[in-house]
């Protein structure tokens, strides 16, 4: 049996609160009683570096005493924590999940301990630690984890369920952990080939206009598979497995007609599939293969009228046995911090103005707005005054 790796020691040392001053013979109120203050020590084991737990110039140690009402003071390798008795249970529970992190062989960064304190406040019920030392594929130096607790729902939803529909914002990691678990899976033999697809739809743009071949034009929306590939496995490799068909890169419409036997199969940007194209990709499913189906039902360029088919399967599928549906949220944007605060701006706004941003438009809303436009400034010009 391996030896339990030592897990950081919390002792609480006080518990200590004013009481409140009588009152005066002049009738003066008494004093509000102060805060309950408790102080707590936090041990860190011989064995852990505290550079590696505090950070290189304590730039960990920094975002922790700016996310907490509480004071932190380091001696050697114990930590004192001084604050009401639910800030110190909260610091001392984020050192503990910290130590058990490093514990684990994993690199704590200041993005790392603000996942850790979100969790911690959001009292999920599931260790932080368990959530971001999943590991999920190593390639090219560098581990792959999912980075929220829905993440990790997600991944284990793709370990446990034949079908598994992920739904959420741009952000969220949604197709770039689909395709690592399809990596990790062709690696271990588990399946014989990954096919990526996605719909060519436009996003405002014509693909006819385009210079190319048929294939050079469609190239620029499979990119961002590509991008992910290039993350995971050997560069070199990619062409001869390309070519080997053991990984498939091609447009939705190059599924029809096909029975898809030990793959794994992951459609991205489904929201812009037609509820016929999300059936046809579906019963594509063979034995022994597994699909992921990804996609942001708030950016749908479909044409106007058009039903979402990721929105509809929905209703469908839901319950269905071996079917498994994920939803992200703002919470779990993995990119730069202002991607999940623009996400809940434009939530904010739609739900205030009952109008969505994203979407479909209709040449008749276009129309309408540059008519608006127009007697806008058609009435500037004052009464009486016609627009030359």
């Known amino acids: 049996m391996g030896v339990r790796p030592r897990q950081a020691e919390t002792k609480e040392l006080t518990d200590t609160s004013r009481e409140p001053r009588r009152r005066t013979q002049g009738g003066t109120p008494p004093e509000e ?16 570096s505290m550079v590696s737990l505090l950070g290189s110039r304590d730039e960990l140690l920094h975002v922790i005493e700016g996310s907490f009402d509480a004071d932190i003071h380091v001696r050697g390798n114990e930590i004192t924590i001084t604050g009401t008795p639910a800030q110190t249970a909260l610091v001392a529970q984020l050192f503990e999940e910290m130590t058990a992190m490093l514990s684990g062989g994993a690199e704590l960064s200041p993005s790392v301990v603000e996942r850790i304190i979100a969790m911690l406040h959001r009292k ?20 792959i984890r999912p980075k929220t607790l829905n993440q990790k729902r997600y991944v284990d939803a793709i370990d446990e369920h034949t079908i598994v529909f992920c739904i959420g ?30 719909p060519a739809v436009e996003a405002g743009e014509r693909l006819g206009f385009l210079p190319g071949t048929l294939y050079e034009k469609i190239d620029p929306y499979l990119r961002p598979l590509y991008d992910a590939l290039h993350d995971m496995l050997d560069p070199d490799s990619i062409p001869r497995l390309m ?16 029975t898809l036997n030990d793959s794994f199969i992951i459609l991205d940007e489904a929201q812009n599939t037609s509820a016929e194209q999300m059936k046809m990709f579906l019963t594509r499913l063979g034995f022994g293969s597994r699909m992921v189906v990804t996609g942001d039902i708030t950016q749908v360029d479909l044409p106007a ?14 319950g269905v046995e071996d079917i498994q549906f994920v939803r992200l949220t703002s919470h779990d944007v993995v990119r730069h911090r202002l991607v999940g605060d623009i996400v809940n701006a434009y939530a904010a706004y739609e739900a205030r103005t009952a109008s969505p941003v994203t979407g479909p438009v209709r040449d008749g809303d276009i129309r309408g707005r540059q008519a608006d436009r127009g007697a806008g400034r058609a009435n500037s010009r004052g009464p009486g005054k016609r627009a030359q």
């Not at 741009?170 to 697809?197: D, S």
């Not at 070519?243 to 096909?258: F, K």
């Open 124 to 143: 999920s019920g599931v260790r932080p630690a368990e959530v971001l030392s999943l590991d999920i594929l190593s390639s090219r130096g560098r581990t």
């Open 33 to 48: 009683p102060a805060a309950v203050t408790t102080q707590v020590k936090v041990v860190i084991p011989d064995d852990h």
């Open 305 to 318: 009228g058009q039903a979402s088919g990721l929105r509809l399967v929905q209703e469908i599928l839901e």
């Open 169 to 198: 914002p741009a952000g969220t990691g949604k197709t770039y952990l689909a395709m690592a678990k399809a990596v990790k899976a062709l690696q271990a033999k588990e399946v014989n080939r990954i096919i990526l697809t996605r």
């Open 243 to 258: 070519s080997a068909g053991t990984i498939e890169v091609a447009p939705l419409a190059y599924m029809r007609g096909r």
